[in-house]
């Protein structure tokens, strides 16, 4: 069974960094899409980051430039470096495993808020 837990998210000001890690269990993230989504209140869930087991990435464009994402195979998690936040950051960040456009695994959150 795939289970992941986020960790790293809490208050921060504006232009300050937060690192997300989601640690996965019960399947490898090195041979798996991983992505980090957000939801903001009142707001749809959004795909924020994703890397492929080939380790493409890609960004939603009101990111580019200040999120990275990335991967330690040997500890078989996935990462989120934020940098430059803002406060239309704020939302709760999952970590899914995605085996195809519709069917994965979502971890529990983790809650970034950012203070103008």
């Known amino acids: 069974q795939v289970q992941l837990v986020e960790s790293g998210g809490g208050l921060v000001q504006a232009g300050g960094s937060l690192r997300l890690s989601c640690v996965a269990s019960?399947?490898?993230?090195?041979?798996?899409?991983m992505a980090w989504y957000r939801q903001a209140p009142g707001k749809e869930r959004e795909l924020v980051a994703r890397?492929?087991?080939?380790?493409?990435?890609n960004y939603a464009d009101s990111v580019k430039g200040r999120f990275t994402i990335s991967r330690d195979n040997a500890k078989n998690t996935v990462y989120l470096q934020m940098n430059n936040l803002k406060p239309e950051d704020t939302g709760v960040y999952y970590c899914?495993?995605?085996?195809?456009?519709?069917?994965?695994?979502w971890g529990q959150g983790t809650q970034v808020t950012v203070s103008s």
């Open positions: 899914k495993l995605e085996l195809s456009a519709w069917v994965g695994y």
């Open positions: 019960g399947s490898r993230v090195s041979i798996n899409t």
């Open positions: 890397i492929t087991s080939g380790g493409a990435t």
